[in-house]
């Protein structure tokens, strides 16, 4: 496994999600319209090619949760949902609660 300074990460979305990525040099891959058909062909690509972080619009998330989990669970790669252009459904949240919660033992975002 190559060191954690060289580890690269990626992003996948709509054009106007994966923007700032590219400009901190983030690989950038656009799916919108017909192209989200291919997302999970691109998605295990990543993996494959050992990618630490695969940033995905969260609606993405909800459409092919199924191979997100697949990945995260297969490979190291962590695949983790950030919200689109329009806005958050709470699945990213959810996720993270989840996968917190699984890490640690216990739902430390509990409300008291």
């Given at each position: ?11 996948i979305?709509?054009y ?7 400009a901190?040099?983030?690989k950038?891959?656009?799916?919108d319209?017909?192209?989200r ?11 494959r ?11 993405l998330?909800?459409?092919?949760g199924?191979?997100v ?9 962590s695949?983790l949902?950030?919200?689109?252009p329009?806005?958050?459904s ?5 996720s993270?609660?989840s ?14």
């Amino acid at each position: 496994m190559p060191d954690n300074r060289s580890l690269p990460m990626a992003a996948i979305g709509s054009y106007e999600m994966v923007l700032p990525f590219q400009a901190v040099g983030v690989k950038t891959v656009v799916l919108d319209g017909e192209k989200r058909g291919s997302f999970e062909e691109i998605l295990e690509k990543l993996a494959r090619e050992s990618y630490a972080v695969v940033f995905i619009q969260e609606d993405l998330f909800v459409d092919f949760g199924g191979k997100v989990q697949e990945v995260n669970d297969r490979y190291p790669t962590s695949v983790l949902p950030i919200p689109g252009p329009s806005g958050t459904s709470g699945a990213g949240l959810e996720s993270i609660r989840s996968s917190v919660e699984k890490a640690v033992g216990m739902d430390i975002f509990a409300e008291r």
